[in-house]
């Protein structure tokens, strides 16, 4: 055993493990641990790697389905989508280090997911992100922005797989903890999966890719603790990414598993060489057994704790079938990468570590990869909680400027144009992408096919701030209606849960409140959750996040021709509003940009209500009787109006409607974000089709207005009306909307 | 017809184009590795668009010292048929096969959209099936498209009829308000001076399929073949 440094208390205090945790070592190791051990129990035992806090909790998801490949355990889950193929996706989260470095952190974050994604044996044919930031009136913010911005573009376009979409958010809340959440799609033979295992007892084990340097050590644990004003002394821990030496690896991946050579491939993400080689063996009940002279290292000197805890990127581990060493070094080597076979599988469930001839580590490898600690964290709501709840709707005046209300709206970062951030990104590489950013769901075609893929990610943190449950019940039954409104059937799910500090019980309850929402929505719309991620501690001095489980979901469209888009295609055309507007107020983008308040209860939701709009929806689509449909959400009817009038790649159409409003109030009828309800357009002889349709399957149908002129007409009552509510230029509209976020960002003066 | 569409590390449009020509145009595809010293056997040579060596130091600027690059000189210099396509284009300037040279983007930042070009000489085996003055819609997709040369140099260009794309409007107009990037005179792309080498910043192979929208880029990777095929068949009659 390597030259003892003394385990002290404070030691293991440094490494983030409780004494209940040290005391667990102890009785699995039936001695001291050395400090490479102490490292790389720290690291795999981290939040961030063990989940557990969440483990218990994730266990009631529902991830089974006649379609699921692979579900959750594996680096990316992985549904079937008929000829043979299969869709592997995963979305992951890079939110500290992006608070710390933005380029790096979130450049990074795309790295890791897309090899989450190759390592499956898959080729990545499309990215997407989720990103939350504070409000862009300060300097901090618009620096975090664009450096998350450029990151990710930097690395996703060199990669040349495109970033077809995602969504941009801003509240204050998350000035100091952004979120950066990164969402691969790859597309691979169902028989040719490749799974992280170690199996077979003698085969080799093979590094390559980049070598290892003294970057990102302890990033794991970093991205497993809370924040402080110190927080940005914690810069060396970010790891710095270099997406040619990714291109590399991946085509170099992409042709060692087109032949017969592998048992096993895992990339190195957090806790790198440790958790590869003990999650691989752990897999297979095997132990591996690692030679850490052969290791290719950036710089000597590095002692065996550096060397297993470093997450420099762009490193792979395969285990190869004995024999094929040669050619698997070959093929590495026609890449440019570094490579070399560092160890054996062992039939000892060891993992054991050697550094020039000596053991400097040796831990079973079930304990490190499986048997960490697991909480059950105690939970209850937050005595705000009713606070945030109530809100008397009679102190609230209704809207006196609709027209005022709406541009507001549209200029909100939150619901304006994401131009400046898409077009950074290449959206078009590998020529598959049928409908770009910008609509409901991007889609791709699947070359060889005739299907195609639609591809959202959602969710809205304020409505689950304000009830967790039904929060992340809306944030599955909206990312399905935006695959539905792209003609896809939902067929899988993938979720990257971002929440505070776990220790604490509020934090904990929204957590467990959020897990129960997403199992009862998927179960009820029987949409599987195959992979994910959980990013607890986003907090900073005390200061919580928004309970913010973002889920990424693709649907399958059978016929790709049948893919839909939200704008509106042909004056003349019927403009007809599926679904119920209630007086859903509560948590509305509204609220939040004319009432300064984030309160209320969110919109309500009836499952059955949403399966039937939807199921409507996807026959219409299917039937080829409709010209457009966009789902309502963040800015109510009047705010997808106006994306239906100027979202459109070509030119910018307006329309006539005519909204009755019965009993609620006008800024409820506008703004108001009552779930399941989808805006169609059709040719006025399809008319009779589609409501005949709507009403056999309960779904409220109305034909509200027709496409035509330059402005967005909106009167409200019966035909009788003859007062405009709104009266708009879509010129007008789609100014505010499509430079609002450009405008905000060049605005040097602002502090 | 017999296309090389050459492999660079790092390069990323590679599959895109051998999709165009094999399963859109109809023509045979060999990949070509960058170590390869030899382009015996075809008709002409793309030079796909992406970041080949991660674009590190300048764009193309390690690219340019492949192996191949010496067989792409030796097969344009023999009057072979040479495209590079963004990346491919920055490469061709770098080996000085083409005048100029790119800088970053006005903007500084990464640009993909699509944008209009105006194509300014429908007399190139490239353009053949364009009309002049035609005014295409066609995606950008890059950081440094902000193309720089001297100013004689660039009269040079213009006189002898080698500019072929310049970003424009709808309409056609060629005005500061639309030029995405920067580039001089609003140069997209052009060609050398015997007229058998082009690049271009914009990508043809991104718009050929009505699938996708937009096939105005097949106007342009179609006329290569036609070009190449009317080429053909003049060394046919030549030789017969």
């Excluded at chain 1, 035992?45 to 959750?72: A, D």
């Excluded at chain 1, 000597?300 to 070094?329: F, H, W």
């Excluded at chain 1, 790649?649 to 989808?678: C, I, K, M, N, Y």
Aim: include cysteine.
């Amino acid at each position: 055993m390597q030259a003892s440094t003394a385990i002290t208390k404070d030691l293991v205090a440094q490494h983030n493990l409780t004494d209940d945790e040290y005391k667990k070592i102890l009785d699995i190791l039936g001695r001291e641990p050395n400090l490479t051990e102490l490292g790389m129990f720290s690291v795999m035992w981290s939040e961030h790697c063990s989940y557990k806090s969440s483990r218990v909790h994730l266990r009631k998801l529902p991830t089974t389905g006649p379609r699921v490949v692979q579900g959750p355990g594996e680096n990316a889950g992985a549904v079937d989508i008929g000829d043979g193929l299969c869709v592997v996706f995963k979305m992951e989260s890079h939110n500290h280090p992006s608070f710390i470095e933005p380029y790096q952190g979130a450049a990074t974050g795309v790295g890791g997911i897309l090899r989450d994604v190759f390592t499956m044996g898959a080729r990545p044919i499309a990215l997407l992100n989720s990103l939350r930031f504070g409000g862009l009136d300060t300097a901090k913010n618009r620096h975090l922005m664009k450096g998350v911005v450029a990151g990710i573009a930097g690395y996703g376009n060199c990669m040349g797989v495109p970033t077809i979409g995602g969504e941009v958010r801003f509240d204050d809340i998350y000035a100091l903890n952004p979120l950066v959440n990164a969402f691969c799609v790859g597309l691979a033979r169902k028989d040719k999966i490749f799974l992280g295992t170690a199996a077979g007892v003698g085969n080799p084990v093979i590094y390559f890719g980049s070598k290892t340097g003294r970057d990102g050590i302890h990033g794991a644990t970093m991205a497993s603790d809370s924040f402080d004003d110190a927080s940005e002394q914690k810069r060396p821990t970010v790891q710095v990414g270099d997406p040619f030496q990714e291109k590399l690896l991946l085509e170099a991946c992409l042709e060692l598993m087109a032949g017969d050579l592998l048992v096993g491939i895992q990339d190195m993400g957090a806790a790198g060489l440790t958790s590869s080689s003990c999650e691989m063996a752990s897999r297979a009940g095997n132990g591996i057994e690692l030679d850490l002279t052969h290791v290719p290292r950036r710089e000597p000197g590095m002692t065996p704790y550096e060397l297993m805890l470093s997450e420099s990127q762009e490193r792979m581990l395969m285990v190869a079938k004995a024999g094929n060493e040669d050619e698997c070094i070959r093929i590495c080597r026609k890449w440019d990468l570094d490579v070399a076979v560092v160890g054996t599988v062992t039939g000892d469930g060891i993992l054991r570590v050697k550094d020039q001839g000596k053991v400097v580590a040796e831990i079973p490898a079930k304990a490190l990869a499986d048997e960490g600690p697991r909480y059950e964290r105690p939970y209850a709501p937050p005595g705000y909680q009713d606070m945030l709840t109530n809100l008397n709707y009679d102190a609230i005046p209704d809207v006196k400027d609709a027209q005022a209300a709406l541009l507001a709206l549209l200029e909100s970062p939150t619901i304006a144009s994401k131009r400046w951030v898409y077009e950074q990104y290449d959206h078009m590489v590998r020529t598959n992408t049928m409908v770009r950013p910008g609509s409901d769901a991007a889609v791709i075609r699947i070359k060889g096919t005739n299907k195609a893929v639609a591809i959202t990610v959602d969710c809205n943190g304020r409505y689950c701030l304000l009830h967790p449950y039904e929060g992340a019940r809306l944030a599955v039954a909206e990312a399905a209606r935006n695959l539905v409104c792209s003609g896809a059937e939902p067929i899988g799910l993938t979720d990257c849960l971002n929440f505070g500090n776990p220790e604490r019980p509020d934090i904990m309850w929204q957590f467990v409140l959020s897990i129960e929402g997403m199992k009862d929505a998927c179960e009820h719309f029987k949409i599987p959750i195959v992979s994910g991620n959980v990013s607890f501690y986003n907090e900073t001095n005390g200061l919580s996040i928004y309970p913010t489980p973002m889920l990424g979901m693709v649907g399958l469209i059978e016929q790709a021709d049948t893919a839909m888009t939200q704008w509106f295609k042909q004056e003349g055309d019927d403009v007809i509003l599926l679904g119920a507007t209630r007086e859903d107020l509560g948590g509305s983008e509204y609220l939040k940009v004319v009432h300064a308040r984030e309160q209320g209860s969110p919109p309500f939701l009836s499952l059955e209500a949403e399966q039937a709009v939807q199921t409507c929806v996807l026959g219409l689509i299917r039937e080829g009787v409709v010209q457009s449909a966009h789902d309502c959400s963040d800015g109510g009817l009047a705010v997808a109006l106006a994306e239906c009038c100027m979202s459109g790649p070509d030119r910018a159409l307006g329309a006539v409607v005519r909204l009755s409003p019965g009993r609620l109030r006008t800024d409820a009828v506008l703004f108001g974000e009552s779930q399941s309800r989808v805006v169609l357009s059709a040719k006025p002889a399809h008319r009779q089709a589609i409501l005949d349709r709507a009403k056999r399957l309960g779904v409220p149908a109305v034909v509200i207005g027709a496409v035509g002129g330059v402005s967005l007409v909106v009167y409200l009552g019966d035909e009788r009306a003859t007062t405009k509510t709104l009266d708009v230029p879509v010129a007008t509209l789609f100014d505010r909307w499509a430079f609002s976020i450009e405008r905000t960002l060049n605005h040097e003066s602002l502090s | 017809m017999n296309f090389g569409v050459v492999v660079f590390p790092g390069s990323n449009c590679d599959h895109d184009c051998e999709h165009i020509f094999t399963d859109v145009l109809g023509q045979s595809v060999q990949m070509v590795w960058h170590k390869e010293t030899s382009l015996k056997g075809l008709d002409a040579v793309i030079l796909p668009g992406g970041f080949s060596y991660g674009d590190y130091l300048r764009t193309g600027a390690i690219a340019r010292f492949s192996p191949v690059m010496n067989a792409v000189k030796q097969f344009a210099s023999e009057g072979g048929m040479v495209m590079g396509i963004c990346n491919g284009f920055q490469i061709l300037l770098e080996a000085g096969l083409l005048p100029g040279a790119m800088l970053r983007n006005k903007s500084l930042h990464f640009i993909c959209k699509d944008v209009y070009l105006k194509v300014e000489n429908a007399a190139t085996p490239f353009t053949g099936l364009c009309k002049s003055g035609q005014v295409l819609k066609v995606p950008i997709a890059h950081a440094d498209g902000n193309y720089y040369t001297d100013p004689v140099t660039l009269a040079g260009l213009q006189a002898n009829a080698q500019v072929i794309f310049r970003y424009c409007d709808r309409d056609g107009k060629v005005t500061p308000e639309v030029n995405p990037n920067g580039s001089l005179d609003n140069i997209a792309g052009i060609r050398n001076a015997e007229g058998n080498v082009l690049g271009m910043m914009p990508h043809p192979e991104r718009c050929a399929e009505s699938m996708l929208g937009n096939e105005d880029g097949r106007l342009i990777l179609a006329s290569m073949v036609e070009g190449l095929k009317k080429a053909q068949s003049k060394a046919d009659l030549v030789k017969a």
